[in-house]
């Protein structure tokens, strides 16, 4: 089955340093990855996603991806993080088999703080 | 604007009481879910239906029910057989299902048994 793992719970960063927001995958074939992320008491919001094209993959508010095959990873990045990106993001991989073909299947998620 | 919107944005039960979350689209959106989400636990895929009056259970469905009556609308049936229904609830389209296919999020709902 696929699945995805985000580690961390909880990442701080103070305001204008990098974000690295953490994801792994599991698949067996070449997965379609997404991002999102979620404000208190909202929906979520797309990011970005990965289709099998550019391995880095540029999404909305200087956020970007990149995904590595060896390592089995799609990490968020961003160069300098503002007050305004605390939020908790979500990475999330489309289900491949049976079914439930298509479905998107969820991280536990990952809450960032931003320090002034 | 065209959306997903979910409502009530706020909704408490009595324990015992069946409650209906309703959920509606107008980006003619084939595909529709509705996921739980608890603090620390993600997003769990309660059902989803591809068509109209067709459905199907995800992950979680034991205590919930829907319908897809319309293109446009998915409610969710919130049963007094959900043993912990405390959570908040989002509303999702796609304009397919297939690998690949985003998925678009209403506000959510926030169910509070009391």
């Known amino acids: 089955a696929q699945s995805v793992t985000q580690l961390g719970s909880h990442v701080s960063v103070s305001e204008g340093a990098l974000v690295l927001l953490r994801c792994n995958y599991s698949s067996s074939v070449p997965p379609y990855l997404f991002w999102y992320v979620q404000y208190p008491n909202q929906g979520l919001q797309l990011l970005l996603k990965?289709?099998?094209?550019?391995?880095l993959v540029k999404g909305i508010n200087g956020f970007e991806a990149e995904f590595k095959k060896s390592e089995t990873s799609f990490h968020l990045t961003k160069p300098s993080a503002h007050m305004s990106d605390a939020a908790e993001y979500f990475c999330?991989?489309?289900?491949?088999?049976?079914?439930?073909?298509?479905?998107?299947?969820f991280g536990k998620g990952t809450k960032l703080s931003v320090k002034p | 604007d065209g959306g997903i919107t979910q409502s009530p944005k706020y909704l408490f039960r009595k324990e015992g009481q069946n409650v209906t979350l309703s959920c509606e689209q107008n980006l003619n959106h084939d595909a529709m879910y509705w996921y739980r989400q608890d603090p620390g636990q993600g997003l769990r895929l309660i059902y989803y239906?591809?068509?109209?009056?067709?459905?199907q259970k995800g992950d979680i469905a034991e205590g919930y029910s829907v319908s897809r009556e319309k293109k446009e609308s998915f409610p969710l049936t919130v049963t007094s057989a959900q043993k912990n229904p405390t959570a908040f609830y989002l509303c999702a389209s796609s304009s397919r299902r297939g690998m690949g296919t985003e998925a678009f999020f209403g506000q959510g709902t926030r169910l509070t048994v009391v």
């Open positions: 999330a991989v489309s289900d491949l088999y049976g079914g439930s073909q298509g479905n998107l299947i």
């Open positions: 239906s591809q068509i109209v009056n067709d459905f």
């Open positions: 990965y289709t099998s094209a550019a391995t």
